[in-house]
């Protein structure tokens, strides 16, 4: 019952979190701003000094979560007081103000602020007091930490305000400087908003004695893999390989990268010895590695990994799409395709990778109706989806709808990527139907 309190009460605390106010339309304050929005909270909090900026009391909020983002609890507790001066009951100021005086070892102060002040909310308590007593350092921090930890799960990831979170974050590793968990978090938040370089000297303070330095370790492959060029990152990534004993979850991260960079026959080797160590994720092993076989063009091989998954987890609705999609197109087993797609898009019915091969089996059995339905609400979910677009084309083509199956192609042609394996089949189609 306590935990849900808690849950409850940290959900409603984030869905009425600080909106920021309006300001005046200064250069300088807009500058600040783009920077804040963008999670540049060093470039922010440069454009906040200025004098023009100070006189706007509506940033000053802004100003002050900048700063305990970047670590600096003394600024942080000066524009605090000021915001205080203006509002007696801010809660994120008043928050700044008592973490202050705890790292100053000011206790008596601070209880009598807290007794005194006006801002008498279950958070501040749930977070600094235990029965009226004022809690420890670790125990303190951990309390921030866990206001950011339940609102990945209490909200809509869509929603989150990554500013609360990397302030609430930044509290529990400036009240802690021990906390790790919190320092892989933070860099985590600043990945999730593409501030990489922010993100790589967080990770890259977690010592070796850490428990989390393998995670922060795994979590700059992610870094790199993402954010850097291809020559950098696989550089980057084979240092940390080599760092890190060739451990199995940074080179599956090797794995991946080669996967999405399409360079297929260098991760085929990785997951080959990743299957040999029969880790927790075999499945997940066969699938890539499958995968990576079906992209080099030898089917027999990909057919046989992604059997192999199955057989391991006969659930996974990603395999049981990618094998009976990959039968589909070769038009064989298409009863059977069938029926693992009406498995896979019941076990993630919002998949539109999912709802088209479901239509493209239904189109490969003259199925034109169901077929057209389907992959309609793919286009809605996906309107920019080249491959999806090209199979509608075929199925209206096919209902003798060939106004709008031209349509679709050439939105295709248009929407492919350069590289993209469709453009020259759809070109030929719309070649033939011009001409015919």
Not at 151 to 175: G, H
Not at 386 to 392: K, R
Request: hydrophobic content about 40%.
């Amino acid at each position: 019952m306590i935990n849900l309190i808690k849950k409850l009460l940290i959900l409603i605390f984030c869905l009425f979190f600080y909106t920021p106010l309006l300001a005046l339309g200064s250069s300088s304050f807009l500058i600040s701003q783009s920077a804040f929005k963008n999670h540049d909270y060093s470039a922010a909090l440069s454009s906040f000094s200025s004098q023009e900026v100070r006189s706007i009391k509506s940033n000053l909020l802004d100003k002050t979560i900048s700063a305990v983002i970047t670590e600096d609890i003394n600024l942080a507790n000066k524009i605090a007081s000021e915001i205080l001066l203006e509002d007696n009951q801010n809660q994120e100021a008043y928050i700044v103000q008592l973490v202050y005086l705890y790292n100053k070892n000011k206790f008596n102060k601070l209880k009598a602020i807290h007794e005194s002040s006006k801002v008498k909310n279950e958070l501040v308590n749930f977070i600094f007091f235990n029965n009226n007593q004022l809690q420890d350092n670790i125990t303190i921090s951990k309390s921030l930490l866990d206001i950011v930890i339940t609102s990945f799960s209490s909200v809509d990831q869509k929603s989150l305000n990554y500013n609360f979170l990397l302030f609430y974050t930044s509290l529990a590793k400036i009240i802690d400087s021990t906390n790790d968990k919190a320092a892989l978090i933070k860099g985590e938040l600043f990945l999730n908003v593409e501030q990489s370089k922010v993100a790589e000297e967080t990770f890259l303070n977690i010592k070796a004695t850490s428990p989390y330095y393998l995670d922060a370790q795994r979590s700059l492959a992610i870094n790199y893999s993402n954010f850097l060029p291809y020559d950098e990152a696989l550089t980057k990534i084979k240092i940390l390989m080599k760092n890190n004993n060739n451990h199995y979850s940074i080179k599956k991260i090797l794995a991946d990268f080669y996967r999405v960079k399409k360079k297929f026959k260098l991760a085929i080797p990785l997951y080959s010895e990743m299957i040999t160590q029969k880790e927790d994720d075999l499945w997940n092993m066969y699938y890539r590695r499958g995968i990576c076989y079906e992209r080099s063009g030898e089917w027999n091989k990909a057919e046989k990994d992604f059997l192999k998954s199955l057989e391991i987890k006969p659930d996974s609705a990603n395999v049981l799409n990618y094998l009976a999609y990959g039968w589909v197109e070769r038009e064989i087993r298409l009863e059977q395709s069938l029926k693992m797609l009406e498995a896979a898009y019941k076990a993630n019915p919002e998949s539109y990778y999912i709802i088209d091969s479901l239509a493209w089996a239904h189109f490969k059995k003259n199925n034109f109706d169901e077929a057209a339905r389907l992959m309609e609400m793919v286009i809605d979910i996906a309107p920019g989806e080249a491959i999806s677009l090209d199979h509608l084309g075929d199925i209206y083509y096919a209902m003798n709808r060939k106004r709008e199956a031209i349509h679709f192609w050439q939105q295709a042609l248009e929407l492919a990527e350069p590289d993209d394996e469709i453009k020259e089949n759809v070109q030929s189609k719309l070649n033939k139907f011009n001409a015919g």
